[in-house]
């Protein structure tokens, strides 16, 4: 087995301190100001899976493997503001705002699952990496990501979509007519299931993939166009290294998760190793002390490398997520579905987009 690396062994050490402090699930809750009103749910994550859940609920409830930073003081009197690895959750408005890392952020990955009013509104920053689910939401859906797979379930209002590496998979439940739907990934698929008797105009953009259905071409009535222009060989240096970098976040994260992992398990190891040896256990904290330092460093320096290549090709860091360059030219189906409707648009640059009859 090849021998793991400096760095790698670095970010278990660091990791599995933190590793030990989340292994309980922490879980929080807010309300909204006014109940009465549907409320909009606001996140901001730099790496870690995100879930959410419509529910028949008054209060918008989170849990994670990172800790929520609470307002109730300590023992000495003191009130933790931030953690090494803590997650904020505020209201203000009727807004609901959920936090974790930033730009440069090198406390790891947490996973987070969050039960929301189904009336609520979700908005999703996920910088770097990491999938997102939603389901039983009657709300707007505004989710804009750099790296990670985008699933979303029984969808009755708008929605936004824009992924510069991921699937996007699409089940909607039933359309409206001043609430559109969009969908852009970069370098993934787009699959869309619509109710067989969805009534919508459809416009569907891939540069070096497919466009496919199982609508029959009565209800599915379609134009094909081509467009043969090419690519400049700036555009196409700038989007190989959007990819580049999209593909360097991805990457970026995966090591931290497998470290994490790595992590807990020296952290059981040395435990069973002490087997309740205190003398033991200090003499290695100032060595896990030093490899949190240099994780934290490494972290920090691949992220203002992923800001620099996003910079060398020309996409400007907007906010807590880059934004999705717009897609102009490759292949180009518009039509109508069962006599038209509601806007669905998708785009990919080098992924397929399926539309299918929902089951």
Known sequence: MKACSPLILAAALALSAAG???????SSQIA???????????????????????????????????TAVMPTPRKDGLRVLSTSASFVLSEKGNVAVLEYGGEGWSGGSSDFDITVPTSTSVTVSNSAHGD????????????RTMGGDVKLEDVTGGALVETMH???????KSLAQSRPLSFTS????????????????????????????????????????VFHKKATPADAAAADQAKASADQAKAASDQAKAAADQGKVVAEQEA???NGNSDWHDDVKESIKMAAEEAAMAAHEAAIA?????AEAHVEMSGPFP????????KVVTGTLNGGGTQIQAATLSGDIVLRKAD
């Not at 370098?187 to 299931?193: D, N, S």
Request: aromatic share 4%; net charge negative.
């Open 323 to 330: 934004p999705v360059p717009p897609m102009t030219g490759g």
């Open 166 to 172: 991921g699937d996007i998979s699409v089940d909607v």
């Open 132 to 143: 997102l689910s939603c389901s039983g939401v009657s709300g707007d859906i505004d989710v």
């Open 20 to 26: 030990t402090a989340r292994a309980d699930e922490s």
């Open 306 to 310: 992923i800001k620099e290549g996003l």
């Open 32 to 66: 909204f100001s006014d109940p009465s009103r549907p409320g909009t749910l606001k996140i901001h994550v730099w790496h870690g899976d995100v879930s959410i859940h419509g529910a028949d609920v008054k209060e918008v409830t989170v849990k994670s493997d990172s």
């Open 186 to 225: 970069m370098h993934g698929e787009v699959t869309i299931h619509a109710p067989a008797d969805a009534k919508a105009n459809i416009l569907f953009r891939t540069h070096r993939g497919v466009i496919l259905t199982n609508f029959d071409d009565k209800a599915l009535v379609t134009k094909t166009e």
């Open 272 to 274: 069973s190793a002490t």
